[in-house]
């Protein structure tokens, strides 16, 4: 039996979250030199990230017992993603041209061949581990990852049913799927502060994202204002008001694709979620044509940034590292695959000469969903955080098919 978590208190571990973010921001911002220094090499949104999975690993906070997760991602997150919505530039982000979503489909591309490949690296590194075709065969459990890493938990839950996943496989894909998730993703948030000398080095065109950050902070230069009470009340009427409208449109319309048109959860359209990050999107969409976009002068983005920081931390609560020793082919196999993919990514982008915003939020619009590809692409500037949350909408699109085709190939190779 595991020891219980030093603090079971959801209040108090929301306090040590908030403790380790303010010291973060403080000592990132902080004029002495060891600070300087040191978050030159460190990004401060990867300490964000990194020390709660401590809390976690050592067992002060127990992340997988916590609801801070699951409040975060269903409040905090619907209302960041209005907040940073509302004040894009569509024409602006078209503009960006079709590089994004050929990022995007190189990356779901490498998740689908990625698996096969694993498994052929699992059957000469133990041929033992393979599990024959049983419900807790490897290929089976493989196929809900590649559900997870091309669109998200609804696709996820769809593999395990369509390909009769036993609960022991599952619970160590589930694992693997995450450790191995965020991993990638710690990898990425550390590539996103070196764009600059990346970019240069592969002589990518960033032309048109430089365009888009320079609209938004000229915009900055010539509307910010000293918010108000009126103006932050404001909004947090418009993050959380359109929040729970959304939440009331998720809880009929999930059930009601579900219970009237089955066949629908391939695209994800029975999921609350998905209709949770379809709604707030379009309706932030719809309210960045209307006067609520000047909210922005207000520090919209700063607020919806904040709450995207404290979504950051409750995700590295849900780390532990020591997970890996448990089953460690298993996560040998994961590794691989993120390889395959992260290479088919990289490759693809020195020959477009895709810039590494591209490439890193592509991936995560495939391997994190909607929950983290904003987190990514915010890495490289708030403006750019809609293309994340519209790509992976498009993953949530894809996912069920593509995983199926991998869970086909993989099946292929497992029993012949």
Same mark, same amino acid.
């Given at each position: 039996? &595991?020891?219980?978590?030093?603090?079971?208190?959801? /209040?108090? #571990?929301?306090?040590? @979250?908030?403790?380790?973010?303010?010291?973060?921001?403080?000592?990132? %911002?902080?004029?002495?030199?060891?600070?300087?220094?040191?978050?030159?090499?460190?990004?401060?949104?990867?300490?964000?990230?990194?020390?709660?999975?401590?809390?976690?690993?050592?067992?002060?906070?127990?992340?997988? &017992?916590?609801?801070?997760?699951?409040?975060? %991602?269903?409040?905090?997150?619907?209302?960041?993603?209005?907040?940073?919505?509302?004040?894009?530039?569509?024409?602006?982000?078209?503009?960006? $041209?079709?590089?994004?979503?050929?990022?995007?489909?190189?990356?779901?591309? $490498?998740?689908?061949? $990625?698996?096969?490949?694993?498994?052929?690296?699992? &059957?000469?590194?133990?041929?033992?581990?393979?599990?024959?075709? $049983?419900?807790?065969?490897?290929?089976?459990?493989?196929?809900?990852? /590649?559900? %997870?890493?091309?669109?998200?938990?609804?696709?996820?839950?769809?593999?395990?049913?369509?390909?009769?996943?036993?609960?022991?496989? +599952?619970?160590?894909?589930?694992?693997?799927?995450?450790?191995?998730?965020?991993?990638?993703?710690?990898?990425? @948030?550390?590539? /996103? *502060?070196?764009?600059?000398?990346?970019?240069?080095?592969?002589?990518?065109?960033?032309?048109?994202?430089?365009? !888009?950050?320079?609209?938004?902070?000229?915009?900055?230069?010539?509307?910010?204002?000293?918010?108000?009470?009126?103006?932050?009340?404001?909004?947090?009427?418009?993050?959380?008001?359109?929040?729970? +409208?959304?939440?009331?449109? #998720?809880?009929?319309?999930?059930?009601?694709?579900?219970?009237?048109?089955?066949?629908?959860?391939?695209?994800?359209?029975?999921?609350?979620?998905?209709?949770?990050?379809?709604?707030?999107? *379009?309706?932030?969409?719809?309210?960045?044509?209307?006067?609520?976009?000047?909210?922005?002068? #207000?520090?919209?983005?700063?607020? /919806?940034?904040?709450?995207?920081?404290?979504?950051?931390?409750?995700?590295?609560?849900?780390?532990?590292?020591?997970?890996?020793?448990?089953?460690?082919?298993?996560?040998?196999?994961?590794?691989?695959?993120?390889?395959?993919? =992260? &290479?088919?990514?990289?490759?693809?982008?020195?020959?477009?000469?895709?810039? @590494?915003?591209?490439?890193?939020?592509? %991936?995560?619009?495939?391997?994190?969903?909607?929950?983290? =590809?904003?987190?990514?692409?915010?890495?490289?500037?708030?403006?750019? =955080?809609?293309?994340?949350?519209? @790509?992976?909408? !498009?993953?949530?699109?894809?996912?069920?098919?593509?995983?199926?085709?991998?869970?086909?190939?993989?099946?292929?190779? #497992?029993?012949?």
């Amino acid at each position: 039996m &595991s020891n219980p978590a030093l603090i079971s208190n959801d /209040a108090t #571990a929301l306090g040590v @979250l908030a403790i380790m973010l303010g010291l973060v921001f403080y000592t990132s %911002s902080s004029k002495n030199p060891f600070w300087q220094k040191f978050y030159k090499f460190i990004p401060a949104l990867l300490l964000c990230y990194f020390l709660p999975s401590l809390l976690n690993t050592f067992g002060v906070i127990d992340g997988h &017992s916590s609801q801070l997760y699951f409040v975060a %991602s269903r409040y905090l997150l619907p209302a960041c993603l209005v907040l940073l919505i509302l004040s894009v530039d569509l024409k602006a982000i078209m503009n960006l $041209g079709p590089k994004a979503v050929i990022m995007f489909l190189t990356g779901t591309v $490498g998740i689908v061949i $990625g698996g096969p490949i694993a498994l052929l690296a699992l &059957s000469a590194i133990d041929p033992s581990a393979m599990g024959g075709n $049983g419900p807790d065969a490897v290929w089976r459990g493989m196929t809900t990852v /590649a559900g %997870s890493w091309i669109g998200g938990g609804a696709n996820q839950a769809a593999m395990k049913e369509v390909y009769n996943v036993g609960g022991n496989i +599952f619970s160590i894909m589930v694992t693997v799927d995450v450790i191995v998730a965020n991993i990638w993703m710690a990898v990425l @948030l550390f590539l /996103a *502060s070196r764009a600059k000398q990346i970019d240069t080095y592969t002589g990518a065109d960033t032309s048109a994202i430089e365009t !888009l950050k320079d609209k938004v902070e000229k915009y900055h230069a010539e509307n910010a204002r000293i918010p108000s009470l009126t103006d932050l009340m404001l909004i947090v009427a418009v993050g959380f008001g359109i929040t729970g +409208f959304a939440h009331m449109a #998720a809880d009929f319309l999930g059930p009601f694709f579900g219970e009237h048109y089955p066949w629908t959860a391939q695209y994800s359209l029975t999921s609350k979620f998905f209709w949770l990050v379809v709604t707030v999107t *379009s309706i932030g969409l719809a309210l960045s044509f209307s006067p609520a976009r000047h909210l922005e002068a #207000a520090g919209a983005s700063k607020v /919806a940034s904040a709450f995207l920081y404290i979504l950051v931390a409750t995700i590295g609560l849900h780390m532990d590292v020591t997970k890996i020793f448990d089953a460690p082919v298993f996560f040998v196999i994961g590794m691989i695959w993120m390889l395959v993919h =992260a &290479s088919l990514m990289l490759i693809v982008a020195k020959l477009i000469k895709a810039p @590494l915003f591209y490439m890193a939020v592509g %991936s995560q619009a495939n391997v994190g969903g909607a929950a983290s =590809a904003p987190i990514v692409a915010a890495a490289f500037h708030p403006a750019l =955080a809609p293309v994340g949350v519209l @790509l992976a909408v !498009l993953g949530y699109a894809l996912g069920t098919y593509m995983a199926w085709l991998c869970g086909q190939l993989m099946q292929i190779i #497992a029993v012949t």
